[in-house]
T-cell receptor, first 114, second 116 residues
Framework: ETGVTQTPRHLVMGMTNKKSLKCEQHLGHNAMYWYKQSAKKPLELMFVYSLEERVENNSVPSRFSPECPNSSHLFLHLHTLQPEDSALYLC?????????????FGPGTRLTVL | AQKITQTQPGMFVQEKEAVTLDCTYDTSDPSYGLFWYKQPSSGEMIFLIYQGSYDQQNATEGRYSLNFQKARKSANLVISASQLGDSAMYFCAMREGHFGNEKLTFGTGTRLTIIP
């Protein structure tokens, strides 16, 4: 398998549930990212990991908790979400963090919070 | 002020024609990078082209070229000889700052539909 994969592709959860999104990259990259894409809003960068260390956290609510156990895997743990958290969550990776690096994206997880 | 502005929410273009997607940006950082990504209906974002703020020439990648006008702070994407498979959302993005303190900002996108 190549590229960036994300599971599940679709997730429906209640506000009291706890769930996790998984991202895996098979590109040998050292940096991984979580983005939120809501309808009619720009893509929002949530978290950046470089060599398994979190380097950026864009004021994301604590109900979103990232985890990067190794450079190939990235998780986003979800708990007590709100309906406004419904969105497409995209994972990306790049060779390293840096101004000139393109990012490779996964297909996303479509999250619906009831 | 918006960091990245894409003024065309939607465009319809005849197959085989060229199309220009507009993007203007706002930054005071002298070192920055501009990206264009394509997002088909399947969801994944696909990198198309990159332009660095210090690059002397406009970037080109196959049928894609970037019309970089630094003084006007615009970075329009030009797609030559459009194809049906070009129908997708297109996002302009800007990376500014330095290693360890970078920001990546995306525009709201343009939905391009190619008409046979």
């Amino acid at each position: 398998e190549t590229g960036v994969t994300q599971t599940p592709r679709h997730l429906v959860m209640g506000m009291t549930n706890k769930k996790s999104l998984k991202c895996e990259q098979h590109l040998g990259h050292n940096a991984m990212y979580w983005y939120k894409q809501s309808a009619k809003k720009p893509l929002e960068l949530m978290f950046v990991y470089s060599l398994e260390e979190r380097v950026e956290n864009n004021s994301v609510p604590s109900r979103f908790s990232p985890e990067c156990p190794n450079s190939s895997h990235l998780f986003l743990h979800l708990h007590t979400l709100q309906p406004e958290d419904s969105a497409l969550y995209l994972c990306a990776s790049s060779p390293a963090t840096g101004v000139y690096n393109e990012q490779f994206f996964g297909p996303g997880t479509r999250l619906t919070v009831l | 002020a918006q960091k990245i502005t894409q003024t065309q929410p939607g465009m319809f273009v005849q197959e085989k024609e060229a199309v220009t997607l507009d993007c203007t940006y706002d930054t005071s950082d002298p070192s920055y990078g501009l990206f264009w990504y394509k997002q088909p209906s399947s969801g994944e974002m696909i990198f198309l082209i990159y332009q660095g703020s210090y690059d002397q020439q406009n970037a080109t990648e196959g049928r894609y070229s970037l019309n970089f006008q630094k003084a006007r702070k615009s970075a329009n994407l030009v797609i030559s000889a459009s194809q049906l498979g070009d129908s997708a959302m297109y996002f302009c993005a800007m990376r500014e700052g330095h290693f360890g303190n970078e920001k990546l900002t995306f525009g709201t996108g343009t939905r391009l539909t190619i008409i046979p």
